[in-house]
């Protein structure tokens, strides 16, 4: 199709006011200084003749229909734009959300294995070695006493879970007990009434041998030997406690005193009976102490002593607050 069957059909559809055309030649008279490139001036829109006017409109109907379309594709394109920078946008927060989830795992994962050493530190704990006793008081004529009706070992734990018929409101933890008719004694290490074998002794003396049937005696301050206590406990004092995020024991600053303090170590609180299994030591941490799961009974507070417990064997302890 040639340039004027095309302005026909340009001039059939769109009917261009004059106006609109009149300033369209104008603008290219001006662009042209009036003159053509021979220095003779170009006719005015007044001058041009009707053939030539035409010719005019079919050009701005050819310029209109090109910027109609010109603008048509920018919208397409701007539109393509805004999708794409959407779509970028909805990645971006799905990564966030990916990162997100990525970390709550690793925390998961991080705790659950925190749990299982804490529940690992606890099941190996040493055993508690009977403190030493306080001078010897006159004897009781009648000993409190309790029937055993049954009894487990505790191979890991190092010791005796006991069940008792009666009496049970007698025991404490720290309490010394011993199988009535015979002299070898052991210390309760911890009382759980709720249980089912409520009451523990850790690591017993060999020659203190129990078993369903037995009575039990308590055995009171009065009656326990006299035991000379020539070296003192090793002593840390406590200045800060605080629970475990995730309830398994609790965490424990001492004011000096921290190098002989070790993983496994059996402590008590200093004028009680109540002794707990240090978990572990991280020297580095503002609460360094850890004891995880310790019985009910073992509740330090800020400026309470621990006292280190001996172990088997161990003949110099040493003083050190």
């Known amino acids: ?4 069957t095309g302005a026909g059909i340009g001039l059939g559809q769109l009917e261009r006011d004059q106006r609109e055309v009149k300033r369209l030649h104008d603008a290219y008279l001006e662009a042209l200084d009036r003159h053509d490139g021979t220095g003779s001036p170009l006719t005015e829109w ?34 393509e734009r805004d999708a794409l920078v959407a779509e970028a946008t909805a990645l971006r927060s799905q990564v966030r959300f990916l990162e997100v989830l ?9 705790r659950a294995k925190l749990e299982l050493e804490a529940l690992r530190g606890a099941r190996q704990r040493e055993a508690n070695p009977r403190p030493n006793a306080p001078p010897p008081k006159a004897p009781v004529s009648a000993p409190q006493t309790v029937k055993v009706a049954g009894l487990v070992e505790d191979k890991a734990a190092g010791g005796l879970y006991l069940a008792v018929e009666s009496g049970l409101e007698v025991i404490h933890p720290g309490a010394t007990v011993r199988v009535q008719g015979t002299s070898v004694t052991a210390e309760v290490t911890d009382v759980m009434p709720e249980e089912e074998t409520p009451i523990f002794i850790a690591s017993p003396d060999g020659a203190f041998t129990v078993k369903a049937g037995d009575v039990l005696e308590v055995v009171t301050d009065e009656e326990q030997p006299a035991v000379v206590d020539s070296t003192p406990l090793v002593t840390v004092k406590v200045t800060a406690v605080a629970p475990d995020e995730e309830g398994g024991g609790f965490y424990l600053a001492v004011e000096r005193g921290l190098r ?9 609180i200093q004028g009680t009976g109540m002794v707990a299994v240090v978990t572990g030591v991280e020297p580095t941490t503002p609460l360094p102490i850890f004891i995880g799961y ?9 400026g309470d002593v621990l006292e280190l417990l001996p172990k088997p064997g161990d003949r110099l302890p040493a003083l050190i607050a």
Not at 260 to 265: L, R
Not at 294 to 302: L, N
Request: net charge negative; proline share 9%; hydrophobic share 35%.
């Open 1 to 4: 199709m040639n340039v004027g």
């Open 102 to 110: 990525r970390n709550q795992d690793e925390l998961e994962t991080t």
């Open 46 to 79: 007044e001058d041009v003749p009707p053939r030539e006017r035409q010719a005019w409109r079919a050009v701005d109907v050819l310029v209109r229909l090109r910027v109609e379309r010109a603008e048509t594709q920018l919208d397409l394109v701007r539109s």
């Open 260 to 268: 002989e303090v070790h993983q496994g170590d059996a402590v008590r």
């Open 294 to 302: 310790p019985p009910p009974s073992f509740a330090p507070k800020e």
